[in-house]
C-alpha cells in the first residue's frame, strides 16, 4: 500500500528512505574516488557504441559524474554535458528523500510535465546527441569512439570494421581521422 502525501511515514517507510540515503552516499564516495575508465572492460560496455562505433548521448556520463565529485567542471563538460542537469536532478531527488526522512512525512508528488515539456526535452536531448557525435567525431574525443576491442587491447580489429555496423577510423575521412590513427 503506497502512502499519501502529508502522511506520516511508518518506520519501514523511513528505515527504507534511510538505506537509500546511505546507499547513495556510498555509491557517491566510491565513484569520486575511482575513475570510470579504470574500471574493468565488462563495467563499462555501452551496446550503442559498440554497435555502431559512435557514442550514445550518455556515453561518458558515468565519467563526467566522476569529475563533477571531484569539482573538475572543465573534463566534465569535455565528457558529457548531461551531467550538470543529471547530477541536479540526482541531488534534488537526494534532498527530497532526506527532507523525507527527518520530517517523517511524505512529500507531495512534484508536478507531473505537460506534453509539450517533454517534447521539448525529447528534442533537446536529440540536439545534444547530433552535438556529442559531432565532438566525438571532430575533435575527436578518443575516450568516446573507442569501441570495446580497443580498450581490450584488440585495436587491429576495431579498426578493421569487423563487428556489425561499426565506424572505425580507419574509414573515415582523412578531415576526421585523427593524426596518430593506424589505416
Partial sequence: MRTRPGTRLDAPGRRSRFLALCLAAVAAALLAAVEPGELPLRFRACPFLWLTGLPCPFCGLTRAIHHVLRLD???AWYLNPLAFPAGALLLGLVARTALEVAAGRRLPPPPALRSR???????????????????????????????????????????????????????????????????
Fill in 73 to 75: 567542471w572543465a573534463m
Fill in 117 to 183: 515539456w517533454l517534447i521539448a526535452l525529447a528534442v533537446l536531448l536529440v540536439l545534444h546527441w547530433i552535438l556529442h557525435v559531432r565532438g566525438a567525431v571532430a575533435k575527436p574525443k578518443p575516450e568516446l569512439l573507442r569501441s570495446w576491442a580497443t580498450a581490450a587491447g584488440w585495436g587491429d580489429i576495431a579498426t578493421a570494421g569487423t563487428f556489425p555496423f561499426s565506424l572505425s577510423l580507419a574509414t573515415a575521412p582523412d578531415r576526421l581521422r585523427p593524426s596518430n590513427a593506424r589505416h
